[in-house]
């Protein structure tokens, strides 16, 4: 396991297909998924040079915290139960996996406590498939409606997740759908928003989310082989 050769080959991925689109590789943020690895493998993608970390579950993010502190810039990317969210609040510097109001206000309950603002993205189920969490493409203007009126809250974008088995022509319709859906919320002019993140791709398909807009990919596999 090479970190620091993984870590340039995903940029040069990265670079190769923004390119590909006509798109300036450095609208393209790596976000490195260290949730199979220990803090100190952790640290050496710190090293690599990927300052962005991220968690899917707070008992890992929070054992990773502990020895890693604020040197990463931390994001949480999994399902988030309302009653963690005192736990990772104004220590991530972004929660990827907002799926409802309920979720929404206890974070904004718990930013308002610690006078901050926390940055969030609304995890959207595009593809409609059953085993994914996130709120559905119908719900997206009420929820983001909602979401929008609450105190500490700053909804920076939207995140979604492919299927595993998709085909790439399915793939790309889904990601394409979610930057879409991003075009369509914006022109709302919510308030407490500011939506130009598009969280899409992981190490199977991340090449296909860059083409179709991609802002932030979440990477895990691909740097630890
Ligand atoms: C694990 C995970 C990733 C990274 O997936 P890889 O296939 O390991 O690159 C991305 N997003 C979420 C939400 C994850 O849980």
């Given at each position: ?7 340039n ?14 798109r300036?590789?450095e609208?393209?943020k ?23 970390l991220?968690?899917?579950r ?11 502190g604020d ?40 930013a ?17 498939e059953?085993?994914?969490?996130g709120?559905s ?19 920076c ?8 088995d ?16 991003l ?15 598009l ?8 090449e ?10 979440r990477?895990g ?5």
């Amino acid at each position: 396991m090479n970190i620091a050769e993984s870590v340039n080959t995903i940029y040069k991925q990265i670079e190769t297909a923004a390119l590909d689109a006509g798109r300036n590789p450095e609208e393209v943020k790596l976000v490195a998924v260290t949730k199979t690895v220990d803090a100190e493998t952790a640290r050496l993608v710190l090293e690599a040079g990927c300052p962005v970390l991220a968690e899917n579950r707070v008992q890992s993010f929070l054992e990773k915290y502990e020895v890693l502190g604020d040197a990463p810039e931390w994001h949480i990317i999994g399902h988030l139960q309302t009653n963690k969210v005192k736990y990772v609040v104004g220590k991530v510097s972004l929660i990827h996996s907002v799926d409802s109001l309920h979720l929404a206000e206890a974070i904004s309950k718990r930013a308002e406590a610690l006078g901050i603002t926390q940055d969030i993205l609304l995890q959207f189920n595009i593809s409609g498939e059953e085993s994914k969490s996130g709120a559905s493409e119908e719900e997206a203007e009420a929820l983001l409606a909602s979401v929008s009126t609450l105190p500490g809250i700053r909804v920076c974008g939207l995140m979604t997740m492919a299927p595993l088995d998709a085909t790439e022509t399915e793939t790309r319709a889904i990601f394409s759908g979610l930057r879409e859906l991003l075009y369509k919320l914006r022109q709302k002019h919510y308030p407490n928003t500011d939506l130009k993140e598009l969280s899409m791709g992981m190490s199977n398909d991340f090449e296909a989310a860059v083409k179709e807009g991609a802002t932030l990919i979440r990477i895990g596999r691909s740097l630890f082989r």
